[in-house]
């Protein structure tokens, strides 16, 4: 297993995290709903990638739901003073494992409790909004009610520190002018390039950029290319696209996702993946390839 101790890290709020992080999302049931198939194995991914120097988890109360939280609290509580565990609010799971919008106010206030109950936390350390206007992209639409809600939360000791999830840059803004931001987490990879302009600005803020979906939108054409290069280098696609965007910008923080150690090594090992010049253009190019 790699250590990854000593790669760079980032600031998010008040804590320097480093830039290799894990995702819970995967420690749930097929379609992120219901228990895992191996719950020693979730247990075993969580306290391998804390033990390799993960100190940034990404999770949420609706996925499960109270599946991935309940798991991390029972594999890592009492937590490592430096892990920071950040989570969302503003969705819920439907009986048919549907996503849907929980984003009332004492919707959001319940998410909260919930996410305090099920970690083993008095306080949050981040909660993300995740925009629901359109559950897979980001659509336009004011969020002032639902910041808002959150930052009277923060106000009250429950949350330290307050982000956006799915959001665009006009509700990043308007967020702002509520209450601090200290980071956002969108779909971004080395084809998915719709926030460019958005990782530079809160680059320039010094905020966290926390994408998903690493390898989430690619053609058949960009995979093959993505493939090709990394069995020169001896790699795995999903190794050399974290690698890339560990290269992309220093504000972006990693969280990919598994419930697998096996494949946790493997994602952690992209760290010390270092592409050359030239191959950051041929994966540049793939954006626009197909």
């Known amino acids: 297993m790699t250590d990854i101790r000593k790669m760079a890290s980032f600031r998010l709020g008040d804590r320097n995290v480093r830039r290799m992080g894990y995702g819970a999302m995967q420690l ?40 991935t939280n309940r798991i991390i609290r029972e594999a890592l509580h ?20 549907s996503w849907l919008p929980a984003q009332s106010p004492a919707e959001l206030i319940q998410a909260v409790h919930d996410n305090m109950r099920n970690l083993g936390l008095d306080m949050l350390e981040v ?27 923060r106000e009250q000791g429950l949350i330290r520190h307050l982000g956006l999830s799915n959001a665009t840059a006009a509700q990043v803004a308007e967020a702002q002018a ?36 690493p390898l989430g939108g690619f053609n058949p054409i960009q995979s093959e290319g993505l493939s090709a290069l990394a069995a020169r280098l001896d790699a795995t696609p999903m190794q050399v696209a974290l690698s890339w965007l560990l290269a992309r910008s220093q504000n972006l923080l990693l969280i990919p996702g598994t419930s697998s150690p096996a494949h946790l090594a493997e994602n952690l090992a992209a760290a010390e993946l270092e592409l050359s010049d030239a191959e950051k253009e041929e994966l540049h190019a793939l954006a626009t390839a197909g």
């Not at 993300?128 to 336009?140: I, K, S």
């Open 178 to 213: 509520i209450a601090p931001v200290i980071c956002v987490q969108n779909h971004y990879n080395l084809v998915h390039r719709d926030d460019d302009a958005l990782i530079d600005s809160l680059a320039a803020q010094g905020i966290a950029y926390v994408p998903f979906f």
């Open 127 to 153: 909660v993300n909004l995740r925009v629901m206007g359109d559950v897979h992209a980001p659509t336009e639409g004011s969020i002032e009610a639902q910041f808002t809600t959150l930052a009277k939360l």
């Open 28 to 67: 749930a049931g097929p379609g992120v709903f219901g228990p895992p198939r191996d719950r020693d194995a979730a247990l075993r991914v969580l306290r391998d990638a804390v033990a390799a120097g993960v100190n940034h988890i990404d999770t949420s109360d609706f996925c499960g739901p109270h599946v």
């Open 78 to 97: 009492p937590y490592a003073d430096d892990l920071v565990i950040v989570t969302k609010v503003g969705a819920a799971r439907g009986d048919d494992a």
